[in-house]
């Protein structure tokens, strides 16, 4: 029943709308123009993960998403949000499995003892 219910919440986030990639981040970079300085932002991956804008089918391991607040700036750091909350979730179905396989096996244990003893 909570192992169900949490799927359903995975699904429901991933239904909200795109996700990032795994293991991708925000990262703030400064660029320097003629007379100030520029904060820019991108997704960053730890491996090539992005298309790159030349459309040759390589893959970037950064996203620019441009200065704060634009549309795909806040945009990124929702998909990075869902990746967050689909992760947890993700661990505490797989924390839920661990346990229920620990008692199963527990339990199984504990029947073929009893079977053991009335056999003697």
Not at 29 to 45: E, I, P, V
Not at 57 to 83: F, M, N, P, T
Request: hydrophobic share 30%.
């Amino acid at each position: 029943m909570a192992i169900a219910s949490l799927e359903e919440k995975i699904r429901q986030i991933s239904e909200e709308g795109e996700v990032a990639p795994a293991g991708c981040y925000v990262a703030r970079y400064q660029a320097r123009g003629k007379r100030r300085t520029y904060w820019y932002y991108k997704l960053q991956a730890s491996s090539p993960t992005f298309p790159t804008a030349g459309g040759n089918h390589e893959l970037s391991r950064y996203k620019h998403l441009g200065a704060a607040g634009s549309a795909a700036h806040v945009d990124g750091v929702i998909q990075v949000v869902r990746r967050t909350q689909i992760d947890e979730l993700q661990r505490a179905i797989d924390s839920l499995k661990e346990s229920w396989s620990d008692l199963y096996s527990e339990a199984k244990k504990n029947v073929n003892q009893r079977r053991g003893k009335n056999q003697k």
